[in-house]
């Protein structure tokens, strides 16, 4: 064996034990962010929301990453990799026991407020995590490990969401109907006991990740750091030296495209709960839609180990998806009823390797600067915060014309559902422009 393979044969065991942990960080907050599914509907009736206000839990969780990236960024650097996620775990923890006061209060803005911690804290852990197992091998299979993460990420977030979905959404049809005819009393007792079903669960959660949080700091990562990249001219001199994160309008460009998807994923996974329930069907069946979603990114995302970087480029797997996703999101609007609900659910299938495509192509060639850059992708996710309530306001506001036109509840309440999926088509147009081009722009030709 020759010494380039018997050096690449050790990198690869020298990083497993390493992707193994990662991962399972990843199912930590693939677990979390995806009970969002179960939640939205869940407020929306404890808290007797509009579905505008109802997506303010993906707002509250998704704004967090604005607020801490650029302190995440400086954390990770004074502390390290290893600590920051640490860090992250355990304000996870202090989130989730927010929500035993806002559960007895009855309070949204206090559960918001718990929501918005534990994004502070996987803002963190992301931070760390994701440039970490984009550095920790070559460059050119960094989407092959951020797929192998995105399997544990969306498995988690099937589990998360059936068990949180079995949890808060059983029986919410019947309850929904008492809430019609009962007292004002009745109606606050229902709700209150209603609210009490997410104690117990999030106690559990805190209590696992203030554990994690322990046991993280004395996992066995080896320190890493991104290559610093110079440009040369032919004879081999140093002639340009990047001196600020502006002068990547490659990354910034990332930045955007990662906004946008973030926004249209969460889309996929948040709304189509909801959005089963606002066609007219039964909350016992609609509280499993999620997991279709999931499922759909799960099997592309193996798909993409199997594929990246030997069959397929990264850039090619990220213009599939794009073009994918515009028409998948061309056929929700052009279809109704259950086959309608699975178009969105296979958006899962458009989104599972923009996430990994994105981040190595951002990061490309951002040598001492890839902290800072990271810190940047992570503040992307805020998409998350803006795009799904901008379809929730669409929905309102062409629900009241057509209620105003005339039309039965039911109908109008379905018909504005699926008209606000209309948003996802401008996000993927620019996904793809960034796939075909905007991960080129400043770049130095070679």
């Known amino acids: 064996m020759s010494k380039t393979l018997e050096?690449?044969?050790?990198?690869?065991?020298?990083?497993?034990?390493?992707?193994?942990?990662?991962?399972?960080?990843?199912?930590?907050?693939?677990?979390v962010t995806w009970i969002n599914g179960a939640l939205i509907p869940f407020m929306k009736t404890i808290n007797e929301l509009t579905d505008a206000q109802s997506y303010l839990v993906a707002s509250a969780s998704y704004i967090s990453f604005v607020v801490m990236a650029l302190?995440?960024?400086?954390?990770?650097?004074?502390?390290?990799?290893?600590?920051?996620?640490?860090?992250?775990?355990?304000?996870?923890?202090?989130?989730?026991?927010?929500?035993?006061?806002a559960a007895e209060a009855r309070t949204y803005w206090v559960f918001l407020t718990g929501i918005f911690i534990q994004g502070l804290g996987m803002t963190l852990l992301q931070t760390a995590s994701n440039p970490y197992i984009t550095i920790l091998g070559p460059m050119e299979s960094a989407a092959k490990r951020i797929a192998i993460m995105g399997i544990a990420n969306k498995i988690a977030g099937a589990l998360g969401s059936l068990i949180f979905g079995a949890i808060l959404l059983s029986g919410i049809d019947e309850i929904q109907e008492q809430l019609k005819t009962v007292s004002f009393d009745e109606k606050t007792t229902l709700l209150n006991e209603m609210a009490d079903s997410v104690v117990m669960p999030y106690?559990?959660?805190?209590?696992?990740?203030?554990?994690?949080?322990?046991?993280?700091?004395?996992?066995?990562?080896?320190?890493?750091?991104?290559?610093?990249?110079?440009?040369?001219?032919?004879?081999?001199?140093?002639?340009?030296?990047?001196?600020?994160?502006?002068?990547?309008p490659h990354l910034w460009l990332g930045v955007l495209a990662l906004f946008l998807y973030v926004g249209v994923e969460v889309i996929a996974g948040d709304t189509i709960i909801s959005y089963g329930l606002s066609l007219g069907m039964p909350g016992e069946e609609a509280k499993s839609f999620t997991l279709m979603t999931l499922f759909a990114m799960v099997g592309t995302y193996l798909l993409g180990v199997f594929l990246i970087p030997k069959y397929i480029s990264q850039v090619l797997a990220l213009k599939v998806s794009a073009i994918l996703g515009i028409l998948f999101a061309i056929c929700v609007l052009s279809t109704t009823g259950f086959t309608s609900v699975l178009f969105v659910a296979a958006l899962g299938i458009s989104n599972a390797l923009v996430w990994p495509a994105i981040w190595p192509l951002a990061l490309n060639g951002m040598g001492k600067f890839t902290k800072t850059a990271s810190a940047l992708l992570i503040m992307?996710?805020?998409?998350?915060?803006?795009?799904?309530?901008?379809y929730g306001a669409l929905v309102d506001s062409k629900k009241e014309v057509l209620l105003a036109e005339g039309l039965a509840e039911s109908v109008a309440t379905a018909t504005a559902a699926t008209s606000g999926y209309w948003i996802l088509i401008p996000c993927y147009v620019f996904i793809l422009f960034f796939a075909v081009y905007g991960h080129k722009v400043g770049l130095k030709k070679t």
Request: glycine residues 10%.
């Open 7 to 31: 050096h690449q044969e050790s990198q690869k065991n020298n990083s497993l034990v390493p992707i193994i942990i990662i991962a399972g960080l990843f199912f930590i907050f693939g677990f």
């Open 380 to 390: 992307a996710i805020s998409g998350g915060a803006i795009i799904p309530p901008l």
């Open 203 to 248: 106690i559990i959660m805190a209590v696992v990740l203030f554990i994690l949080a322990v046991l993280i700091t004395k996992a066995p990562l080896p320190h890493v750091e991104a290559e610093d990249v110079d440009e040369e001219d032919t004879d081999g001199v140093v002639v340009v030296k990047k001196t600020s994160v502006f002068q990547f």
């Open 71 to 101: 302190p995440a960024s400086y954390i990770i650097g004074k502390v390290g990799y290893k600590k920051g996620m640490s860090f992250g775990l355990a304000l996870m923890g202090i989130g989730a026991l927010v929500f035993i006061p």
